[in-house]
């Protein structure tokens, strides 16, 4: 547990102890992902002090959010207990209401193969997929590249190489619909302040290969409304 009392008896002051700590909810949030090294989650966490990144990952564990286990091939690894995995649409309710307030990115913000793949399972709109042909999206943020599945209601997201996939992952398979390069003004996309056309005028996105009228569809399918 974090050393941090609050001193009250109530289930958010527990939360908060458990994971209102610097950086805490990042982890959780790249594990939400997939099972992490150590050395995955400081690659993915490029500002966190070693020490830090030890030290929220005891607490995590001996709240009983987090565990380390064998992986087959990988050594040991980091991963989401069943506890830890009920965090997920809180995880995914947090990113929808914090996406209202982000803004455009500062000097030396980056994005990662994590937090672009928990920002699509945020925006993704499941009743809007299900009316829609499957459509494989491969999706270029700076240097990360994602393969994002949508088959009627599911969604799927892999990490395309190089780099290789991250541990429990799997490079998707055949050819993407659509591929397209984009900044991370993709969010106005998202958002609705952009239309697809716009953000191509703009240059916020390049369509690299495939159908270009296909990122309609994309902005049909993962949209967070009510922003700017």
Not at 73 to 82: A, P, S
Not at 176 to 194: E, K, N, Q, T
């Amino acid at each position: 547990m974090a050393s941090r009392s609050y001193g009250q008896y109530c289930g958010v002051t527990t939360a908060v102890e458990l994971l209102g700590e610097r950086w805490s909810l990042l982890i959780v949030r790249d594990l939400l992902v997939g099972p992490r090294r150590y050395t995955d989650l400081k690659q993915g966490l490029a500002r966190i002090p070693t020490n830090i990144l030890s030290t929220r990952l005891k607490e995590l564990q001996e709240g009983g959010v987090i565990r380390r286990v064998p992986l087959m091939n990988c050594g040991l690894v980091y991963e989401l207990t069943d506890y830890g995995r009920r965090l997920e649409p809180i995880v995914l309710a947090l990113g929808r209401w914090g996406f209202e307030a982000m803004g455009d990115p500062g000097p030396g913000d980056v994005v990662t193969a994590d937090s672009l793949t928990i920002a699509l399972r945020t925006a993704f709109r499941p009743d809007a997929a299900a009316v829609m042909p499957p459509t494989a999206y491969d999706v270029h943020v700076g240097a990360v590249a994602l393969r994002a599945d949508v088959s009627r209601e599911d969604l799927r997201i892999a990490q395309l190489a190089p780099p290789a996939p991250p541990v429990g992952g799997r490079p998707p398979e055949g050819e993407a619909d659509v591929v397209f390069a984009a900044s991370p003004g993709i969010r106005h996309i998202i958002s609705g302040a952009l239309t697809p056309a716009q953000a191509v005028d703009e240059g916020v996105v390049r369509v690299v290969s495939g159908d270009e009228t296909l990122l309609e569809r994309f902005a049909a399918t993962f949209h967070i409304g009510g922003t700017s």
